[in-house]
T-cell receptor, first 111, second 116 residues
Framework: LAKTTQPISMDSYEGQEVNITCSHNNIATNDYITWYQQFPSQGPRFIIQ???TKVTNEVASLFIPADRKSSTLSLPRVSLSDTAVYYCLVVPYSGNTPLVFGKGTRLSVIA | DTGVSQNPRHKITKRGQNVTFRCDPI?????LYWYRQTLGQGPEFLTYFQNEAQLEKSRLLSDRFSAERPKGSFSTLEIQRTEQGDSAMYLC??????????????FGPGTRLTVL
């Protein structure tokens, strides 16, 4: 599975847009980029998944350039409740394999 | 609440004791995963089941660890002769494997184990 690299931590003020970039240079043709969110003392929660270009849902947007060697998770107008660890994962489309997590990006939202 | 549940939420034990955790997946989910997470790290895969069959075990799963899913519903994870290095959050996740679309893994709240 492709290894991912993302910043260890980020800080943001409430109301700002936050962009978390992840690099996955060795992504395979059949792999998708998937992001999970984890709050303290909870299990991870699926946020968004994409293959290329842009995907948007009610929580976030995911931008993937044509070479797919990186991706950017965009959180619009963050609030204090968005403080969490965000994990970038590369998974086969079905997701029917054990997930391989890195250390993730710890986002701290400040009032 | 029909999400994944885990019991107990917290467990404190002395080194050398045996402990058992339970995971109740989302009803009708045929796949169940166990992960372990230590402080500051992402979850690490331990093992997973398709219905009652254990399909894969990680190298992290030493001989002291055993997992079961006897009827293809709930699962148990037992650690024998616990060591201080076993202290971690043990997470369970379940998913419904289908032939189409992404099969999201839904995680439970975890069981935090502290070995004294």
């Amino acid at each position: 599975l492709a290894k991912t690299t993302q910043p260890i931590s980020m800080d943001s003020y409430e109301g700002q847009e936050v962009n978390i970039t992840c690099s996955h240079n060795n992504i395979a043709t059949n792999d998708y980029i998937t992001w999970y969110q984890q709050f303290p003392s909870q299990g991870p929660r699926f946020i968004i998944q994409g293959y290329k270009t842009k995907v948007t849902n009610e929580v976030a947007s995911l931008f993937i350039p044509a070479d797919r060697k990186s991706s950017t998770l965009s959180l619009p107008r963050v609030s204090l409740s968005d403080t969490a660890v965000y994990y970038c994962l590369v998974v086969p489309y079905s997701g029917n394999t054990p997930l391989v997590f890195g250390k993730g990006t710890r986002l701290s939202v400040i009032a | 609440d029909t999400g994944v549940s885990q019991n107990p939420r917290h467990k404190i034990t002395k080194r050398g004791q045996n402990v058992t955790f339970r995971c109740d997946p989302i009803s009708e989910h045929n796949r169940l995963y166990w992960y372990r997470q230590t402080l500051g790290q992402g979850p690490e895969f331990l093992t997973y089941f398709q219905n009652e069959a254990q399909l894969e075990k990680s190298r992290l799963l030493s001989d002291r660890f055993s997992a079961e899913r006897p009827k293809g519903s709930f699962s148990t994870l037992e650690i024998q002769r616990t060591e201080q290095g076993d202290s971690a959050m043990y997470l369970c996740a379940s998913s419904l494997v289908t032939s189409s679309s992404y099969n999201e893994q839904f995680f439970g709240p975890g069981t935090r184990l502290t070995v004294l």
